[in-house]
């Protein structure tokens, strides 16, 4: 017996489009922020300001996370015809922002170690110099967030806006600038009002400010690698569509994740006294463009 042509029924599960230009941003704000981290760090140290060298470390949790940012596309595109991936290589993305999450809560706790010791064992800081350095440093970030947020909007294309990896690499660039100000805030304060406490103060600040980032980050990218996305406003939108387009059915099972940015596959299985096309529930949840792979089933009362 000759088995029917199913190619025509075939499609692919590549769902990442990808965002050359945020990859292309990314690389080129991971050069110049690895540069200013270590001339942060280095002048840290050698100034002795805590605030300066909390500056530079989360600079470095910065350069980290773009690191990795730019790691993870690579790898997804590489592997995106890869048919061990049963619905496409996003998630190697999101598996990057989750790995540098865990690493910046490292940094975040030397750099509050670092601060407590120095709030106790207070040394002789360099203030000039390292507020130039400062400077120089928000001046970076800010150069780095118009890189990023040219990227996050790239054409306009409303489905950038869910790019993990860029949001967040875009997100901590801000923290990161809101650091290099309360290093600036605090360098000067000891200069002009001999407040020297003030610097470790500013670094503890700064530990914590690494350290909410990188708990916000673990809780977005977790979520998406559990798949723990049954209260995304989609869910409700597809339990909305069945109620109010065939009403004589009922859900049994449903199953909703993410597969791309702002995309979703669904399972839906469904009970109904009546028959329905599983083509007609999958042509009433096009409407929803984020369901880009839905796979339905609909049973009659009293069968298995």
């Excluded at 050359?20 to 540069?35: F, Q």
């Excluded at 670092?114 to 207070?122: A, C, G, M």
């Excluded at 000891?190 to 350290?211: C, H, K, S, T």
Aim: hydrophobic share 50%.
């Amino acid at each position: 017996m000759n088995q029917p042509d199913v190619s025509v029924y075939m499609h692919a599960h590549e769902f990442n489009e990808g965002n050359p230009l945020a990859e292309k941003n990314t690389l080129r704000a991971v050069g110049i922020t690895a540069v200013m981290m270590v001339v942060e760090i280095t002048g840290g140290y050698l100034l002795n300001s805590m605030a300066l060298l909390a500056d530079g470390w989360h600079m470095s949790s910065h350069a980290l996370a773009l690191g990795l940012s730019v790691g993870a596309y690579a790898l997804a595109r590489r592997l995106a015809k890869d048919r061990r991936f049963a619905f496409g290589t996003w998630k190697i993305e999101v598996l990057g922002g989750y790995s540098s999450a865990l690493l910046l809560g490292v940094v975040a706790a030397l750099m509050l170690f670092q601060s407590v010791e120095r709030l106790f064992s207070p040394l002789a800081i360099h203030y000039g110099e390292a507020m130039v350095i400062a400077a120089v440093g928000l001046a970076v970030n800010l150069l780095c967030a118009w890189l990023l947020k040219d990227g996050h909007h790239e054409h306009g294309h409303a489905h950038h806006h869910h790019d993990i990896n860029l949001r967040s690499a875009y997100l901590h660039v801000i923290a990161d600038a809101a650091t290099s100000v309360m290093a600036i805030l605090a360098l000067a304060g000891g200069r002009y009002f001999g407040w020297n406490w003030l610097d470790p103060v500013m670094g503890i600040a700064g530990a914590g400010l690494v350290a909410n980032w990188a708990y916000g980050l673990l809780k977005q990218s977790g979520k998406v690698l559990l798949d723990a996305e049954m209260d995304s406003p989609v869910v409700e939108e597809i339990r909305e569509v069945v109620a109010e387009r065939f009403p004589q059915a009922a859900i049994s099972d449903l199953h909703v994740w993410r597969v791309g940015k702002g995309f979703y596959a669904c399972i839906l299985a469904l009970v109904s006294g009546s028959d329905i096309a599983p083509a007609a529930v999958r042509d009433a949840l096009a409407i929803h463009e984020e369901l880009v792979h839905v796979t339905v089933e609909v049973a009659r009362p009293g069968s298995c």
